[in-house]
Structures are given as structure tokens and as C-alpha cells.
């Protein structure tokens, strides 16, 4: 089978797109930044390549933290005039820019595509949980923001590149409709051309917004530690992470620092096999480059056999590829588990990671083969790494204690219930995890012990929308915890003395489940 880019996908064309469509925001030669109000040709373009073929696309124009600090201080100018205008306006604002979003879904989806890998289905999906969750806020804000006021300063984000629209997209419209205005740091990976376009669609509306791209070294100073800042808002890794809860430690700026931990599925005096296997494979969703992916089994010795005999076949049928690769020029677009890791590096490094775990005494379980995935005819491939799985990594082994970010599953044996429970918690704090066990009394009783935020019983645990709250236990989570009002509480301030649901340096408060 020989197969095609699907026609008027190409890069070349929707960038033609972009500029035809926000013309403000995309130049022919570069992408701008934006802040006061108005986008700004400043900063040093940086190549990019995307890692669905390793071809160039636009890159970030980088800001040194001069400019950085003249957008926070426009931003805080933003601030005060914002926090004046009326509820009922916000939302009429919003909403239109959320209308605009929703006429431009395909395109910002195909920039997703393009920019961070993510298959069709995947990269719609994030669009849309972006513009139907914040529609759900509009309706739901006037009784979130009784009692409260925007915060003194202006919301930083700063945040991974795996979820441009449905993470950061969707936090800034929040935190904007709650009163703030607020600062975006376009992600150095990916996803700046779908920021773009978002921000160039709801800036046209007068929402207070900033977005800025630039190094961390030179930009998170300033968008972490200026005092001017009213609230920090940061998603990515432990390691970046733990040098932002450092610097915070003596101040009381208002945070909420997602970071990763190693969410694990226990299976324990289990037999409902049949149910197992869809469940494997949609874990391997966008190469489990997601905060709530699943990448540690933690399974009883004696039902090993019966374990293996589903997952093998589960993770068999992983599909993956370029995902805008076809056929037949009418075809659609295919349906893929996930496309490439963010980079070339990336997967190098992982590929490595697996070949020490394994040379150290982890057993290869399964190993697929590029062979195995959809690919144009002699297209690069350095992005991409195929499904694998290593049984009982080594302790030496970052596969043992930390999350992979890529499609590697670890699968660790235990006899028994303490076992399992010290196994499940071998990275200090995670935000989800499952419990496959028949017996509902003795899952509340072992999730009862679980170090992670979400514990679901013969079912997988997410990120959530709406209503649904969100945060992580031990080094998964800092700051206030999100997700229904308590993201809206995050931001503003409520009464004297309130103490916010999350893990603050003098206290930890979970909200009730």
C-alpha cells in the first residue's frame, strides 16, 4: 500500500491559510508576538521542524526578558482596566471569540497536527474540549464569582506543549471570563501557529491577552518572579517544576503547578479479561505524551498468564504513523492510535532508555517495529518510536520511578496487597490511577492507600471536564488544585482567611470525594 499526504494539508497551505485569516499575527516570513494590545514583529524567529516528517514549519519568535518584562507590564495595565469591566460583557466577549475558534476547528486542529504530532481524531478533540468547556464556564461563572474578585495582577501560564488548546487555551479563557487579564508562554517544542491563531481570534474581541515565546532561562524569571504577577500557572515536569516551588517558597503569589507522576494500574483478584483489552490500547492515546496517561502495570504473579494473554494482543493492534497520510485523495484521515514523540531527541533519548533497562536485567515483553506504522514513501522517521513494553525494569532505571512520556509500558509482578500498594506509589505522588479488582470493598480499601488524586476501579481516571475537579497528591501537584469552581477560585480572591483547596507549603486540604 502505497499511500499520500492527504491534499490541502500541507504545511505550505496552512500557513497560507493563517495568513490570509489573521494577517495581524502571520507574517510571510514569521510568526509575532502579542502584548498591549497589539502583535509586535520583536524577537528572534528560531527554526522548528515538525516531527511528523522532520520537514521546517514556523518557529517561536524568541523574546530576550526586556521585552518579556514590557509585556508583563502592559499586561498589568490590561489588568486594571479589565478587572472594570462587567461580568455580563466578559462573557459576551468570550463567547464571541469561542464562536470564532469554533468557525476555525479544522485548521487549528491540522496546526496541532502538525506542530506536536497529534493524530486527526486527537487534535479535534483537544479543540474541541477547549471551546465546549469554556462555553460550560460561561454559563456556569455568575455563581462561581459570587463572593469574589480578580486577583491583584495578571495570571502567568506556562505550560507543556502536549495540550495547546483543551490546557492552556481553555485556562486563559477562564481566567480572563473570571476577571484577569493573562500572559501565555507559547511552549519552545510545539504548538505556536495553533496559539497564534487562537490568540489572533479572541485578541480581535478585547480580551486582555499576552502571548510571548522565548527560552525559559531568559523568560521565566520574569513570568514567574515578577512581583506584579497576581497568580502562576504552570503544567510540565517535576524537574522544571521543583525550580518554580523553590523560588515560591518565600512568597505568598497565588500557584498551581501541575506537574508529572507515575500513574500505575494495579490489577488485583481480577477476571473481567474482556474488559481489559480496549483499555490497554486506548492508553497508548497520543503515545501516552499525556499527564494522565497509564504507562506502569502493577499485576498479581498468579494472574500474569491471564494479563498477558490480553495485553499482547491489545498492544498489537496500536496503530500509528503519519497521521495525515492516505490512500486515496478522498480518503479520510486515518485513525491512529498517536503519530511521532514531540522530537527527534525525544525518542532517541526514550530508544536509549529502553535498550539500558533491558541490558540491566528488564525483560522485553513486546518490541513493535516501524515496519508496523503508516508512512509516506521515504519520509523520516527519527521521531518516531513504536510500542514496546519492559517487564520488571531494573531499579537503576528511570523506567522504574518515572514517567516515560512515550509509548512504553512497564509492568512490574507483585504477591502481595503491600507490594502492589508500595509499587503503585514508586514515584511520590501521582494524579490518577486504577484499581482492576472484582471486589468493590477491597478496591476502596487499597485506593484508600494510593498516593494519586483520581482512583478509578476497572476504569481509567482523567484529566475531567466541566464540574469535575482536578490535582495530584505528594510531588504531582503544588498550589491550588482546578477543574468546576476551584479553577475559577484559583484565580480570584474569595473571603479573608480562605483556604484554598491544594498542596501549599504550610498546608495540603483535598476537596471531598
Known amino acids: 500500500m502505497s499511500l499520500i499526504l492527504k491534499p490541502g494539508t500541507s504545511w505550505r497551505e496552512l500557513y497560507a491559510r493563517c495568513v490570509e485569516i489573521a494577517p495581524e499575527a502571520f507574517h510571510d516570513d514569521r510568526l509575532l508576538n502579542f502584548y498591549g494590545g497589539r502583535w ?3 524577537g528572534v524567529p528560531g527554526p522548528a521542524t515538525t516531527p511528523v516528517d522532520g520537514s521546517a514549519i514556523a518557529g517561536p519568535p524568541r523574546l ?104 492552556l487555551v481553555h485556562a486563559v479563557l477562564v481566567q480572563a471570563l473570571a476577571g484577569n ?23 480581535r474581541h478585547g480580551l486582555p491577552l499576552t502571548l510571548v515565546s522565548g527560552g525559559g532561562g531568559e523568560l521565566s524569571p520574569v513570568l514567574v518572579g515578577s512581583p506584579d504577577i497576581g497568580c502562576l500557572s504552570f503544567v510540565g515536569g517535576r524537574g522544571v517544576g521543583g525550580e518554580i516551588v523553590a523560588s515560591l517558597v518565600d512568597s505568598d503569589k497565588r500557584h498551581v503547578l501541575e506537574q508529572e507522576g507515575l500513574n500505575c494500574w494495579g490489577i488485583w483478584e481480577f477476571g473481567d479479561w474482556d474488559s481489559l483489552g480496549p483499555q490497554i490500547r486506548k492508553a497508548f ?27 499482547l494482543p491489545a498492544v498489537r493492534g496500536v496503530a500509528f504513523g503519519h497521521p495525515l497520510a492516505v490512500e486515496h485523495p478522498d480518503d479520510p484521515l486515518p485513525d491512529l492510535d498517536f503519530g511521532p514523540l514531540i522530537t527527534d531527541a525525544k525518542a532517541k533519548e526514550l530508544a536509549d532508555v529502553v535498550d539500558e533497562a533491558v541490558r540491566m536485567g528488564g525483560v522485553p515483553l513486546y518490541r513493535g ?105 505528594g510531588a504531582s501537584w503544588r498550589g491550588a488544585f482546578v477543574g468546576g469552581a476551584l479553577l475559577v477560585h484559583a484565580v480570584t480572591e474569595g473571603p479573608p482567611g480562605e483556604r484554598l483547596y491544594g498542596n501549599f507549603p504550610s498546608y495540603s486540604l483535598y476537596p471531598p470525594t
Open 285 to 311: 492515546d497520543y503515545a501516552k505524551q499525556r499527564c494522565t496517561a497509564y504507562p506502569r502495570y502493577v499485576v498479581q504473579r498468579e494472574l500474569f498468564d491471564r494479563f498477558l494473554a490480553v495485553y
Open 181 to 203: 487579564a493573562v500572559i501565555a508562554k507559547a511552549p519552545t517544542d510545539g504548538g505556536v501557529s495553533c496559539l497564534t491563531l487562537a490568540t489572533a481570534l479572541a485578541a
Open 40 to 42: 509586535r514583529r520583536e
Open 369 to 473: 517495529s516501524l515496519d508496523d506504522g503508516r508512512f509516506l514513501p521515504g519520509q523520516q522517521t527519527a521521531a518516531y518510536l513504536p510500542p514496546t513494553a519492559i517487564l520488571s525494569p531494573p531499579r537503576s532505571s528511570p523506567l522504574h520511578h518515572a514517567e516515560p512520556f512515550g509509548p512504553v509500558d512497564t509492568i512490574v509482578l507483585v504477591d502481595t496487597e503491600a507490594e502492589m500498594l508500595s509499587a503503585m506509589n514508586a514515584s511520590n505522588g501521582a494524579l490518577v490511577a486504577t484499581l482492576a479488582c472484582d471486589d468493590q470493598a477491597t478496591a476502596r480499601r487499597l485506593a484508600a492507600d494510593l498516593q494519586a488524586f483520581k482512583v478509578g476501579v476497572n476504569e481509567p481516571r482523567s484529566r475531567g471536564d466541566r464540574d469535575e475537579v482536578f490535582g495530584g497528591r
Open 64 to 167: 530576550d526578558a526586556g521585552s518579556a518584562r514590557a509585556a508583563v507590564a502592559a499586561a498589568v495595565d490590561d489588568h486594571r482596566a479589565w478587572a472594570e469591566v462587567p461580568l455580563a460583557e466578559r462573557k459576551a466577549r468570550v463567547t464571541a471569540a469561542l464562536d470564532d475558534l469554533q468557525a476555525n476547528r479544522d485548521l487549528l486542529a491540522l496546526l496541532l497536527v502538525w506542530e506536536i504530532g497529534k493524530p486527526w481524531r486527537l487534535a479535534t478533540a483537544d479543540v474541541d474540549r477547549c471551546v465546549e468547556g469554556v462555553r460550560w464556564y460561561v454559563e456556569e461563572i455568575d455563581r462561581m464569582l459570587e463572593g469574589r474578585a480578580p486577583l491583584g495582577g495578571p495570571v502567568s501560564n506556562i505550560a507543556s506543549w502536549n495540550y495547546p488548546m483543551s490546557v
